[in-house]
C-alpha cells in the first residue's frame, strides 16, 4: 500500500485535486477528518517528550511519572498509524494509495509545533508517504467562501502565507516525497495536472485532466457558501444586540 496525503487549507481548491485523485485507478484518498492525524502526532511528540522528563527514568513506584519510560514511541506511532488506516481511511481491497486531503493547517487552528509533529507523524509511520502541498494566492482565497466574511484582511494575509511558509519548507526537507502545488497552475488548466500525475507516476489521460477541469465544483461558487452566510448573520445580530446594549445603557444613565 501506498500513502500519500493533500496538506492545505480552506478554499484552496483541494477537493477539485481530490476528485482528480479519486479518478485515478487504485486511488482512495479521503476528505477532511478535522485533523485527526494532527492530534495523533501530538500524541507520539508529547509522549516523547514527556520520556525526557528529569523524573521519568525512576522505577520507583511512587515517582509521580512512574512508569512513562517503559511505551515504545515507534510502536506507539506504529499502531495509531495502524488503527487511522484501519478506522479512517479504510481503503477498498483493490486500493494501491490511500490518504486523506486536509485543511486544518493554518495558525489559528494549528500551533507549529502541532503542525511539525502532524508532518513527522504522516511521514515517519506511513511507510514512504508522500504529500501533496496545496497553495492559493491569498487575496483569491479571501475573496472565496466564509473567508470572505472575514472583515480583517490583515489576518487572512498572515494566516495564508504564514502556512505557505510552512509548507515550503516541509517540501524542502521532503525532497521528491513532497510536491508543492499551487490553485493557480491548474485554475481552468488541464495541463497543470501534468506534472502532478508524472511526479506520481502515474499515465497523463487527456480525456480524465479536461473532465476534471470543466467539472467545477459547486462548494467553490459563492451562492452555494451558507457557511459565509450564517457567519455573517451572527455578525448583524451580534451587532445588533450591541446597539441595544448601548441605547439601554444610554437611558438608564439619563433617568439616574
Same mark, same amino acid.
Given at each position: 500500500? =501506498?500513502?500519500?496525503?493533500?496538506?492545505?487549507?480552506?478554499?484552496?481548491? $483541494?477537493?477539485?485535486?481530490?476528485?482528480?485523485?479519486?479518478?485515478?485507478?487504485?486511488?482512495?484518498?479521503?476528505?477532511?477528518?478535522?485533523?485527526?492525524?494532527?492530534?495523533?502526532?501530538?500524541?507520539?511528540?508529547?509522549?516523547?517528550?514527556? =520520556?525526557?522528563?528529569?523524573?521519568?527514568?525512576?522505577?520507583?513506584?511512587?515517582?509521580?511519572?512512574?512508569?512513562?519510560?517503559?511505551?515504545?514511541?515507534?510502536?506507539?506511532? /506504529?499502531?495509531?498509524?495502524?488503527?487511522?488506516?484501519?478506522?479512517?481511511?479504510?481503503? &477498498?481491497? &483493490?486500493?494501491?494509495?490511500?490518504?486523506?486531503?486536509?485543511?486544518?493547517?493554518?495558525?489559528?487552528?494549528?500551533?507549529?509545533? +502541532?503542525?511539525? $509533529?502532524?508532518?513527522?507523524?504522516?511521514? =515517519?509511520?506511513?511507510?514512504?508517504?508522500?504529500?501533496?502541498?496545496?497553495?492559493?494566492?491569498?487575496?483569491?482565497?479571501?475573496?472565496?467562501?466564509?473567508?470572505?466574511? +472575514?472583515?480583517?484582511?490583515?489576518?487572512?494575509?498572515?494566516?495564508?502565507? &504564514?502556512? &505557505?511558509?510552512?509548507?515550503?519548507? $516541509?517540501?524542502?526537507?521532503?525532497?521528491?516525497?513532497?510536491?508543492?502545488?499551487?490553485?493557480?497552475?491548474?485554475?481552468?488548466?488541464?495541463?497543470?495536472?501534468?506534472?502532478?500525475? +508524472?511526479?506520481?507516476?502515474?499515465?497523463?489521460? +487527456?480525456?480524465?485532466?479536461? $473532465?476534471?477541469? /470543466?467539472?467545477?465544483?459547486?462548494?467553490? /461558487?459563492?451562492?452555494?457558501?451558507?457557511?459565509?452566510?450564517?457567519?455573517?448573520?451572527?455578525?448583524?445580530?451580534?451587532?445588533?444586540?450591541?446597539?441595544?446594549?448601548?441605547?439601554?445603557?444610554?437611558?438608564?444613565?439619563?433617568?439616574?
Amino acid at each position: 500500500m =501506498q500513502y500519500l496525503f493533500v496538506v492545505t487549507y480552506g478554499r484552496s481548491g $483541494s477537493t477539485v485535486l481530490l476528485n482528480l485523485l479519486n479518478r485515478l485507478e487504485g486511488y482512495c484518498i479521503r476528505g477532511e477528518n478535522n485533523g485527526i492525524a494532527n492530534h495523533l502526532g501530538m500524541s507520539v511528540s508529547v509522549l516523547a517528550e514527556a =520520556q525526557e522528563h528529569p523524573h521519568a527514568k525512576s522505577h520507583n513506584p511512587d515517582a509521580p511519572w512512574f512508569g512513562i519510560n517503559d511505551p515504545k514511541v515507534d510502536s506507539w506511532g /506504529q499502531k495509531l498509524a495502524g488503527a487511522f488506516v484501519e478506522e479512517i481511511l479504510r481503503p &477498498d481491497p &483493490d486500493t494501491r494509495v490511500t490518504g486523506f486531503k486536509e485543511i486544518r493547517f493554518t495558525a489559528h487552528e494549528t500551533s507549529l509545533a +502541532e503542525y511539525e $509533529s502532524s508532518i513527522a507523524f504522516l511521514t =515517519q509511520y506511513f511507510p514512504g508517504a508522500r504529500i501533496i502541498f496545496n497553495t492559493r494566492d491569498w487575496r483569491e482565497v479571501a475573496e472565496s467562501g466564509w473567508w470572505r466574511y +472575514e472583515s480583517n484582511m490583515k489576518r487572512i494575509r498572515d494566516l495564508i502565507e &504564514d502556512a &505557505d511558509r510552512r509548507f515550503e519548507a $516541509s517540501a524542502k526537507a521532503l525532497g521528491e516525497r513532497a510536491f508543492l502545488i499551487d490553485y493557480a497552475d491548474y485554475k481552468g488548466k488541464p495541463d497543470g495536472f501534468r506534472p502532478l500525475l +508524472e511526479w506520481l507516476g502515474e499515465e497523463v489521460d +487527456e480525456a480524465l485532466l479536461a $473532465s476534471v477541469s /470543466q467539472n467545477w465544483l459547486v462548494h467553490l /461558487q459563492k451562492s452555494h457558501d451558507d457557511r459565509g452566510k450564517f457567519l455573517r448573520l451572527k455578525r448583524a445580530l451580534s451587532k445588533r444586540f450591541a446597539e441595544r446594549a448601548i441605547k439601554k445603557s444610554g437611558e438608564t444613565s439619563m433617568l439616574s
